[in-house]
């Protein structure tokens, strides 16, 4: 049997009631057990820059390293912020780009999910970052696209996920985890 791939799960917004978070955390509820999605936080990097990147690096950039590192693959899930990526995220993928020869990203299937209030679900900021993704060489899975709009209204007053989106994420992580396995599986 497959060994279980470990996911980590990059959120671009830092909100603490943060709509893509609970999308997130929905996510990994309805993972199949092939993959284990796991949020790796990353509001605590410094911004990046070349002069605190030195030996020794900052505590937290090492970490995150390690943790994109360790991962088999890595999923984002993001608002758009002005019709692109929420800051905190590109400062994730910098980070984890450097330092330069080393980059944490480099072959780990992708996938992109992108949630607003709005009615176009974050498009903007979905094919932004895929822009980065195709440079950091994460194999990004194209199909099922994942806007998610109108992300006020996806939640029931219990907290539970509306059928219909619940369908859809289930349908979205299912794709994704036979895309992970595809992707990581060893040549014969
Ligand atoms: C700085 C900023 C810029 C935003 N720009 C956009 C935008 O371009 N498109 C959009 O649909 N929503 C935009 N929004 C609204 C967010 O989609 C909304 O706040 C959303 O709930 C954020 O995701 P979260 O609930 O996961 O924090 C923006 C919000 C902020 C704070």
């Not at 990046?48 to 890595?74: C, G, H, L, M, W």
């Not at 993001?78 to 692109?84: C, D, H, Q």
């Not at 440079?135 to 939640?155: K, R, V």
Request: hydrophobic fraction near 40%.
């Amino acid at each position: 049997m497959s060994q279980v791939k470990h996911v980590a799960v990059l959120v671009g917004s830092l909100r603490k009631e943060s709509i893509n978070k609970k999308i997130a955390l929905a996510l990994a509820k309805l993972a199949p057990s092939s993959i284990k999605l796991e949020i790796v936080e990353i509001g605590d990097l410094p911004l990046y820059s070349e002069d605190i990147d030195v030996t020794p690096a900052p505590a937290q950039y090492t970490a995150f390293r390690n943790k994109i590192k360790a991962a088999d693959a890595v999923l984002f899930v993001t608002p758009e912020y002005n019709r692109s990526v929420p800051a905190a995220l590109k400062n994730a993928l910098d980070v984890g780009s450097r330092p330069y020869g080393q980059s944490a990203w480099s072959g780990k299937p992708g996938a992109v999910v992108s949630a607003s209030p709005g009615a176009i679900g974050g498009f903007g900021a979905n094919h932004h970052l895929r822009q980065s993704l195709v440079f950091l060489n994460i194999p990004c899975m194209q199909q099922p696209e994942a806007y998610i709009s109108n992300a006020g209204t996806i939640f029931e007053e219990s907290g539970a996920l509306t059928e219909r989106t619940k369908g859809f994420l289930q349908s979205f992580i299912d794709a994704y985890a036979d895309w992970v396995m595809l992707q990581t599986r060893t040549p014969k």
